[in-house]
């Protein structure tokens, strides 16, 4: 009562546990191929934004460049600009001093001539003044006269030479300022070329630093990508290793709860045996002896039976049996030595000479060969499956195992593979070596595993961040490498073009070799035209003096009056002179302004020219960059809403991560929770089986109980009492020499109870047979609970201790016919039920072989019919069926494997279209080989397919047509297929 209300709690608690996470291995898995598909989509979206910041980042690098252009072009126009502006201001200059040069020379002309008037009245009234003092001064003016007329010739030379310097100096000054010009313009040229040149040191230099900066992030992102494909790599590892981990802690613990019942029972005997207690104990078999580890797998999957006990005899076995039962220590299987057959345990001869696993043991003694023999016969080792296959189906069925631990059995049936494989069971501990130490060991390494995974997880998804970061950077960095380039460029290019102008400029403003020679004569004569006059002057200079002499004389004579006019007729010559010199100034300024207007006209018609060309050029680029810039916004916006779709994707995957993560947390330790309740659980089951067990047992020692009326035997021999028990002892030779089992015979001994020897009656005996009752008492769970154990225990040890030395023999030779007639029909009925469950297993492995070996024959011809289509149709392709489990072909199905002309092998699902319609048109043509059938319909079978491929299958439709193998009906719109079909 109290197991079944600790089962009715445990299964409770269990139900409620259950109902609790019900649908959580479904749910996770529901959450792992959302995860798996997010991930996919996530990457899928992140190439694609890649791909757009890829294409958008080559926008922003064409935007550069048309940046650089234009601002080249623009500086180009301002330029021409600046020339237009300078050449009209210097054309507007040149105007206003060819017009004042005019007005001072029409000026000046007017002035002369009025001077010229104006002189002539004055040196008239100075000739009057003179003919009034001719008496006096007679004498003086005509050796002046003499004189003058001495210099006349002299002073013309003077003038000549004068006029011929004053033309000299004005084409002397043209040319050089045409070189001061061309030194002015020169020296701007190259302080544009030093700022253009620092400039681009600069840009240099930043480049250099923009260019190491993308060689490190380049490094860094060839090892973070490194890094994550490791880690990607790693992951499935990781999350095996830990699904592993968990696994093997959660059978550790069900392994743990399931063998410390076998544990206690063999440490339970073992303490027997070595106090004395029991005798003929010689503990597990497969502790007995020992294997070469090569067949560890291969003997602990064929014979189970090494954990059964070895007894010496059946009395051993039923002591070790009642001593189990009595401690509640749980159950076992005992072999005993004394019961085996004896057999022929030499070495036989086998197929292949393939070891026989009995003659690999090495047992502790020779009396436990007949053991091992017992429970591994002529079970048979094969290195493979194929050597397996060809040993066990030979003339004479065998029993094979192979070292992987695959066995087939005589009756064909193959058992064992997969990932996890029994061994141990021939070493020298249980095979189960797991205890609480070790379960806790296994859950501690599950523990670290799973903190190694959340770190692995935290570090893979810095690392992705980090990528991302520098994903990010490398094209903002393209485009400040392309943009910096491209100013290195336009400053190389800048200098460049200033060299070619200052090179134009040196041609322009270089005196040429005419002008450099004009330059040198026109100074050169200059000065020898100036030397000339000071020797005229100087030749003159003596002649001069004495007329000045005489002129003073003259004066002197004339008094103040004659100084007078004469220094009014000298002012108004000198005033000539002046306007003369002015004159001629303005000529030579009127004419250089004229020559300078033309050259500047013909500089703006060329700088107007290229700057309506850069001015086009301009426009156009305007144009382009209007369109680009369009495009570029256009991509900008979807850039921008890829990178918002993807984080929204990576946040929704990283909250379906975390859902799953707390999922599979609760699925865990719902697993640990269930496992520890299910054994608790197992372990009560067993209890209340066990307790059953009994129940049933003394139940029916109970039923067969009877009460005799003794009233009638008083005084009567002995001989004739009739037993309380009939059938008490049983046969021991009926213990099953094999596996002797807790609960038999032995507790059927301590249940009897005999009537004693005949005694001679008494009067106590008479008055307790007046109140001796007629049925055996029957006690309700109430009063069972109200009875107290250890009284109960007292009364049965005082009942044995007085029937322990009373010899009983009642009928037993009854008894033992009885149960002769009893065992012989219980082992006819055996034997017809062995013989019919021999025959229908055997009808049942005729059928399986019979299915195997058509369904084989059927493969065989089908992939060989499709290897010969597909070859056929393809021109040189090949194409194979092939069972994914050859031992069970039907559990796992087929795998179609597809290698197109100059391709590698391939699972159909991942060929293209026309290659899948070839392989399918080649699988049914080759299942109509196999088993044909009369009509076919095909729609559209070439929608995929070009004319070349579309050939071949027509033609062989064509031909089984004709040869009229079956009907076709090809529903098509192409017209070769049509006119071939």
């Not at 197109?900 to 290659?915: A, F, Q, R, T, V």
Request: glycine residues 4%; negative net charge.
């Amino acid at each position: 009562m109290v197991t079944e209300e600790a089962i009715n709690q445990m299964q409770a608690q269990l139900d409620d546990e259950l109902e609790k996470h019900q649908g959580s291995e479904t749910l996770i898995k529901d959450l792992q191929k959302q995860y798996k598909q997010g991930s996919k989509e996530v990457d899928a979206s992140c190439k694609h934004t890649q791909a757009l910041a890829k294409e958008m980042a080559q926008f922003d690098q064409e935007r550069v460049k048309f940046d650089e252009k234009k601002k080249f072009l623009d500086g180009k126009r301002k330029k021409f600009e600046r020339t237009i502006a300078n050449a009209e201001k210097d054309s507007a200059t040149a105007d206003e001093t060819i017009a004042e040069s005019t007005k001072t020379m029409e000026k000046s002309t007017k002035d002369v001539a009025d001077l010229e008037g104006q002189i002539e009245a004055e040196e008239a009234q100075l000739i009057k003044i003179r003919e009034g003092l001719q008496g006096k001064t007679q004498k003086f003016s005509d050796q002046i006269a003499i004189k003058q007329k001495t210099l006349e010739p002299w002073l013309e030379k003077i003038n000549e030479k004068q006029s011929a310097i004053a033309v000299a100096e004005s084409e002397l000054t043209i040319l050089q300022d045409k070189a001061n010009a061309g030194a002015v313009a020169l020296e701007e040229l190259e302080a544009k070329i030093k700022t253009n040149e620092v400039t681009k040191d600069e840009k240099a230099k930043e480049l250099k630093a923009c260019e190491a900066q993308m060689s490190k992030l380049a490094k860094e992102a060839e090892k973070m990508q490194s890094e994550i494909n490791i880690l990607t790599e790693q992951e499935p590892k990781m999350r095996a290793k830990i699904s592993s981990t968990r696994q093997k802690a959660d059978e550790a613990r069900s392994s743990l709860a399931s063998t410390q019942t076998r544990g206690k029972v063999l440490a339970a005997l073992m303490r027997m045996r070595e106090s004395g207690r029991i005798e003929g104990f010689h503990g597990r078999l497969g502790n007995l002896g020992t294997m070469d580890e090569k067949y560890d797998v291969a003997v602990s999957t064929a014979c189970g039976a090494l954990d059964n006990f070895v007894t010496e005899t059946v009395e051993s076995g039923q002591q070790c049996i009642e001593y189990l039962r009595k401690n509640n220590l749980g159950r076992g299987n005992f072999i005993c030595l004394d019961k085996l057959k004896d057999r022929n345990l030499a070495p036989i001869q086998t197929p292949e000479n393939a070891p026989r696993l009995f003659d690999l043991v090495k047992p502790q003694h020779d009396r436990f060969r007949p053991a091992f023999y017992h429970a591994m016969q002529d079970t048979l080792v094969a290195v493979d499956l194929a050597q397996a296959n060809r040993i066990a189906y030979g003339a004479k069925r065998w029993r094979v195992v192979t070292l992987a631990g695959e066995l087939i059995d005589k009756s064909g049936t193959m058992s064992g593979g997969g990932t996890t494989v029994k061994k141990g069971l021939m070493s020298s501990q249980l095979s189960s070596d797991i205890t609480k130490e070790k379960v806790a060991k296994l859950e501690e390494d599950r523990d670290t595993w799973e903190a190694k995974f959340q770190e692995f997880q935290e570090y893979q998804r810095e690392c992705e961040n980090r990528m991302k970061e520098i994903n990010d950077e490398i094209p903002a960095l393209e485009t400040k490498i392309q943009k910096i380039g491209l100013e290195v460029e336009s400053a190389t290019r800048n200098i460049a073009d200033i060299r070619r102008h200052i090179k134009s400029v040196s041609q322009e403003y270089q005196p040429s070799a005419s002008d450099t020679a004009r330059i040198k004569e026109l100074q050169k004569g200059i000065a020898s035209l100036n030397s000339e006059i000071e020797k005229l002057r100087g030749e003159t200079s003596s002649v001069e003096e004495e007329i000045k002499a005489l002129q003073d004389k003259i004066m002197e004579v004339g008094g103040e009056k004659l100084r007078m006019q004469r220094a009014l007729v000298d002012g108004l010559k000198d005033q000539i002179t002046s306007h003369n010199e002015e004159i001629s100034f303005a000529e030579v300024r009127k004419a250089k302004a004229e020559k300078q207007k033309v050259k500047l006209e013909k500089d703006i018609a060329k700088a107007t020219k290229e700057c309506d060309a850069a001015v086009a050029e301009l426009e156009q680029l305007d144009d382009d960059i209007t369109n680009q810039g369009t495009k570029s916004d256009e991509l900008r916006q979807k850039v921008e809403e890829a990178q918002s779709a993807l984080a929204t994707k990576k946040a929704q995957l990283q909250e379906l991560k975390e859902d799953l993560d707390v999922k599979t947390s609760e699925l865990n330790e719902t697993r640990a929770i269930e496992i520890e309740m299910r054994n608790k659980l197992e372990e009560n089951q067993k209890t209340l089986a066990e307790n059953q067990k009994r129940q049933r047992y003394w139940d029916d020692k109970l039923s067969k109980l009877v009460l005799q009326d003794i009233n009638d035997l008083i005084g009567e021999s002995a001989s004739k009492r009739v037993t309380s028990a009939p059938g008490n002892n049983g046969d021991k030779s009926q213990v099953d020499s094999e596996d002797v089992e807790m609960g038999e015979t032995a507790e059927a001994e301590k249940a009897d109870v005999s009537m004693g020897e005949a005694e001679e009656p008494r009067a106590e005996d008479q008055e307790r047979s007046m109140h001796q009752p007629q049925e055996l008492p029957q006690y309700t769970p109430d009063e069972l609970a109200e009875m107290s154990k250890e009284t109960l225990k007292g009364e049965i040890a005082a009942l044995e201790e007085k029937t322990q030395n009373v010899a009983v023999d009642l009928g037993v030779l009854a008894e033992y016919r009885r149960r002769v007639e009893e065992h012989a029909a219980r082992s006819t009925d055996l034997q017809s039920a062995l013989d019919q469950r021999d025959s229908a297993k055997k009808r049942c492995d005729d059928l399986r072989r019979m299915r195997l070996e058509g369904f084989m024959a059927g493969f065989s011809a089908i992939s060989l019919r499709l290897k010969e289509m597909y070859q056929m149709i393809t021109m040189g392709g090949n194409a194979e069926l092939e069972l994914v489990d050859s031992l069970d072909p039907f559990s796992e199905g087929i795998l179609f494997s597809v290698m197109p002309p100059k391709k590698s092998w391939k699972n159909i699902g991942n060929l293209s279209g026309g290659e899948k319609t070839l392989s399918s048109l080649a699988l049914v043509f080759a299942l109509h080989h196999y088993k044909p059938t009369p009509l076919y319909v095909m729609d559209e079978i070439d929608a995929a397919l070009d004319f070349r491929n579309v050939g071949l299958p027509s033609l062989s439709i064509s031909g089984r047509r004709r040869r009229r193998l079956a009907k076709y009906y090809c529903l098509d719109r192409k017209i070769p297929a049509l006119t071939i079909s």
